[in-house]
């Protein structure tokens, strides 16, 4: 049964660069899946910030895209987040989530079928 | 940017229908999907592709569609249905996913 763990520092400053990675256990990263990234704020909604395949193919949401980065690592079975110049708005609970995205139907389908439990990033000073 | 639309709360006594509405100009061209979030978890899919159920949910939820706006229906609340539920989908040329704002129901 597959499982993500994220990981990463809880505190970064202002400014600084938030850098945080999923584990993938019970399953290779290497399956034909795309990994993705979604934030919630304390208090608010869910936020998508991007995803990657584990070929190295990226997509990102336009509002965060000049400033993340997702990278995988299949020697690891895992993959990473980074979030540039980050400010008090950027915190939120990180997930790390599992794709299900297939275009051979009439829409593509794209939704999140399997999550991590989900890691606290505070910015401040 | 694209938006979709949830009303923040919905209340409904046991035993009684919740129905939850997700809005947005695309959904006549993407796939739908709803999400249960209970306090201090990750969220779960409940539906999928519309009307999908994924194994293990119990068959009170149900997704529907008609035109620009989609529906959760739980028929039969139970406590347990007390969450917080998002819809999900991607904007009309499939370049990014989007989320609704959370509807918070209540079992009263």
Redesign the interface.
């Known amino acids: 049964q597959v499982q993500l763990q994220e990981s990463g520092p809880g505190l970064v400053k202002p400014s600084g660069t938030l850098s945080l990675t999923c584990g993938v256990s019970g399953g290779s990263i290497s399956r034909s899946n795309w990994w ?1 990234w979604v934030r919630q704020p304390p208090g608010k ?4 910030i991007g995803e990657i395949y584990h070929s190295g193919s990226t ?5 965060l895209k000049s400033r993340v980065t997702v990278s995988v690592d299949k020697s690891k079975n895992q993959f990473s987040l980074k979030l540039s110049s980050v400010t008090a708005a950027d915190t939120a609970v990180y ?1 790390c989530a599992r794709v ?1 995205r297939d275009s051979s ?1 009439y ?7 399997l ?4 890691t606290l990033v505070t910015v401040s000073s | ?1 694209y938006e979709l639309t949830q009303p923040p709360s919905v209340s409904v006594s046991p035993g009684q229908t919740a129905r939850i509405t997700c809005s947005g100009d695309a959904l006549p ?3 739908a ?1 709803w ?1 249960q979030q209970k306090p201090g ?5 409940v539906v ?2 519309d009307i999908e159920r ?1 194994s293990g949910i119990p068959e009170r939820f149900s997704g529907s569609r008609s035109g620009t706006t989609v529906t959760l229906t739980i028929s039969g609340v139970q406590a347990e249905d007390e969450a917080d539920y ?1 819809c ?1 989908s ?1 904007d009309r040329s ?9 509807t918070k129901l209540t079992v009263l």
């Open positions: 993705s909604g869910l936020e998508w997509n990102y949401n336009p509002s997930y299900r139907g829409y593509l389908m794209w939704y999140f079928d999550w991590g439990r989900g | 940017s061209k993407q796939y999907y999400y978890q990750a969220p779960v899919v999928y592709k994924p998002y999900q991607a499939a370049i990014y996913v989007v989320f609704g704002g959370g």
